[in-house]
Nanobody, 113 residues
Framework: QVQLVESGGGLVQPGGSLTLACSVS??????????VTWYRQAPGKQREFVAI???????MYADSVKGRFNISRDNGKNTVSLQMNSLKPDDTAVYSC?????WGQGTQVTVSS
């Protein structure tokens, strides 16, 4: 059974940083790696794409986070991380990771003074 579990969310002041982690079980990244995508959903808004990392570690970012966020993967730990810097109030959302049809439960990120 495939499970994705996000962690690392919290409350941070504008300009601060957070690192989110997506821990994956049921898929062995060493033998069958998969692309992993981060999405976010703010209150009253639709879910939106944040970043993706491919099997070959190519990355792509939403324009709104480009230059501030960095996605990486550790296949040995079956984990994908999202380093978020220079956070803004507009980054406030529930952040979720996704592999194919599988989703995590999400982790709340709140950027506020």
């Amino acid at each position: 059974q495939v499970q994705l579990v996000e962690s690392g969310g919290g409350l941070v002041q504008p300009g601060g940083s957070l690192t989110l982690a997506c821990s994956v079980s049921g898929i062995d990244f060493n033998t069958k790696p998969k692309p992993v995508t981060w999405y976010r959903q703010a209150p009253g808004k639709q879910r939106e794409f944040v970043a993706i990392i491919t099997v070959s570690r190519q990355t792509m970012y939403a324009d709104s986070v480009k230059g501030r966020f960095n996605i990486s993967r550790d296949n040995g730990k079956n984990t994908v991380s999202l380093q978020m810097n220079s956070l803004k109030p507009d980054d406030t959302a529930v952040y979720s990771c996704n592999i194919e049809q599988y989703w995590g439960q999400g982790t709340q990120v709140t950027v506020s003074s």
